[in-house]
């Protein structure tokens, strides 16, 4: 007899272990339980009179336990003689947000079947708890679908309007830039020249070390690869040919100005963006100062008078690097390496590379404002141009000194 | 409404260096109540909200959530207990990188095992509740400050808490928006019986919402004043009396 319920049991959409069943003039009831690992804890009654399924939650019904209702509460096996689904809540213990969700999975699948759907046992608590929560109806969200076709071209058309826009505007900024400078030039009191010793320490004494270190280890690379080759040959004391234009003209240029387009330039645009997200900029404006002159100039310049300061610290440290290389791996002197390194540098590869890196502060710097003053919205944003500011900059920068090697070399420099 | 203590605070001192925030507080928080915070400037009401919150801890004193310290609880229990805490902060606090949704499936997706499709439901019931149907795909970039506000307020919903902290809701709201999200605490407050502590010097959304007040004092660095609305605005202290009836000093 008690199999034969169980079995019955389990055809109403509910499911779960029933830990009791009780068979009394055609009204069945039976509990649906929560099995837990060390005891068994009832979450439902479920009683059917007729056509009539009530069901009474008797314990919490709350996000934590919303696995355990699910798998308890399957609603896809029920008798077709069912013709209304009651949810009785006098006797709930504890509940949250899922009852809601419980309720409006009721009524959905009531309303799938065609059944009556009705919620009693109600207090005034639960009312007002149900009135806010419960969705009246579905809505849809609030966006505009497109085909994927569309999505994807439109997607092309919004970068290719980025880059272009990107383009003019950082064309409009330059040309801004070089308005102030000129004006600047005959108003020197104009730029806020207190700002300028801070952003030079920043930008150019601190960046020392960890610059010369690196053109150091480059030169120190160059030399080891460059004699294991010229070894080769016999041509050991080329060394010094190599090492020396190579980091003069290109790599210590290139180098600092990496390093410095990821400490300075990005510092600028976060910095810039910061102050335009907190309203700083409004402020500036509201107060009648040029932001070119108060912010963007002063750490141009900064930077500008830098560069080549690093680079020709660097310059040195890269060559004692490939001396050092040259040294431990030929067979040259310091002395002959010197005499070789005086043959081989003239003045346009040391000056080609300093004038290079005076082109890259200013672009850098530029740069960095530019993607500062692009900053719209809050944090992620500031991240966003942060992160543009180093890929732009270093991006320019090369692209640049490929200009200027098809430049040089057309000149005969 | 049950009168039992939520939250009750036992001489509390707050510190900074040499600097004396809060000197020996003691209030308590009714289950189910809207609690305001009130003072001038400076007087210490975010301070005593980030203790609240438990972002700080006192120098001296102790917090008690339904009998448990708060202050002095393990990592453990505070985290249990800060799951039953919602929190409004001033500026939102929405995450910009994420989508409404995303905002607020954060929590459910950290505490709860619900499926995705359930996620789902909820998230819409809350955006719901405050307004906001069909605006879970936008990010916080793309919706007003009020909006925000809101969608903030979802977003402490997510797991139900027992009590909802607010750190000055109507900065930055206009007088209409202000006055809804206003509407909106009351009847979450009634409707969902959520302990609402509130921060706030805005006077007219004070008096139409609070159930009972506490007013802090700089110069005294505590409570000057505790009561219902009509019993500040009526009080016999000189200091209570004139921020009240906006009376300049």
Known sequence: MCFKLLISISFYKILFLIENCLILNNVCKSSITMQN?????????????????????????????????????????????????????????????????????????????????????????????????????????????????????????????IIFSDTFKLIEFIGELTKNFIVSIFKPKLIRWKDFPHHFMNAGVNAVPIT?????????????????????????????????????????????????????????????????????????????????????????????????????????????????????????????????????????????????SIVFGLLIATIGCFRGFQVQGGAESVGRYTTASVVSGVFLVILTDAIFVFLLSALGI | MKQDKIIEVQN???????????????????????????????????????????????????????????????????????RRFGVLFQSSGLFASMTLAENIALLLEKYTELPEDKIEKIIEMKLAAVGLSGYQDFLPSEISGGMKKRAAFARSMALDPDVLFFDEPSSGLDPITSASLDELIVQINKGLGTTMVIVSHDLASILNIAHRIIMLDKSQKGIIATGTPDELRNSNDERVYKFFNRIAS
């Open chain 2, 12 to 82: 509390l001192t707050v510190r900074y260096g040499d600097r004396t925030i809060l000197e020996n507080i003691n209030f308590h928080i009714n289950r189910g109540e809207i609690f305001v915070i009130v003072g001038g400037s400076g007087c210490g009401k975010s301070t005593l909200l980030r203790q609240l919150i438990g972002l700080e801890l006192p120098t001296y004193g102790d917090i008690f959530f339904e009998g448990i310290n708060f202050t002095s609880a393990d990592k453990k229990t505070k985290n249990k207990i800060l």
């Open chain 1, 212 to 356: 010369v270190l690196i053109v150091f280890l480059i030169g120190l690379i160059t030399g080891y690869q460059g004699a294991l080759q010229l070894a080769q040959f016999g041509a050991d004391i080329y060394i010094a040919d190599l090492v020396g234009i190579s980091i003069t003209r290109e790599l210590s240029p290139l180098m600092v100005a990496i390093i410095v387009a990821g400490r300075s330039g990005s510092a600028f645009a976060a910095e810039i963006g910061t102050m335009k997200v907190s309203e700083e900029i409004d402020a500036l404006t509201t107060m009648g100062f040029d932001r070119m002159q108060f912010l963007v100039l002063p750490r141009v310049l900064a930077v500008t008078f830098a560069m080549p300061l690093l680079v020709i610290i660097c310059d040195l440290a890269g060559i004692i690097g490939g001396l050092l290389a040259g040294l431990a791996t030929l067979d040259i002197t310091i002395s002959s390496f010197l005499a070789q390194l005086n043959i081989a540098l003239n003045y346009a590869h040391v000056f080609s590379g300093i004038f290079k």
């Open chain 1, 37 to 161: 690992n060390t005891q068994q804890k009832q979450l439902f009654e479920i009683i059917k009179i007729d056509g009539c399924l009530t069901i009474t939650p008797i314990s919490t019904i709350t996000v934590y336990n919303a696995n355990t209702i699910q798998n308890s509460l399957l609603l896809d096996k029920i008798d077709s003689d069912i013709y209304v689904i009651k949810l009785d809540l006098s006797k709930i213990l504890e509940y949250d947000s899922f009852l809601i969700v419980l309720i409006s999975d009721l009524k959905e699948f009531c309303n799938e079947k065609g059944i009556n759907f009705e919620l009693i046992g109600t207090n005034d608590t639960l009312e007002n708890f149900i009135n806010i929560l419960l969705p009246k109806k579905k809505e849809e969200p609030v966006t505009i679908r497109q085909s994927f076709l569309v999505a994807y071209f439109s997607n092309i058309g919004e970068i290719v309007k």
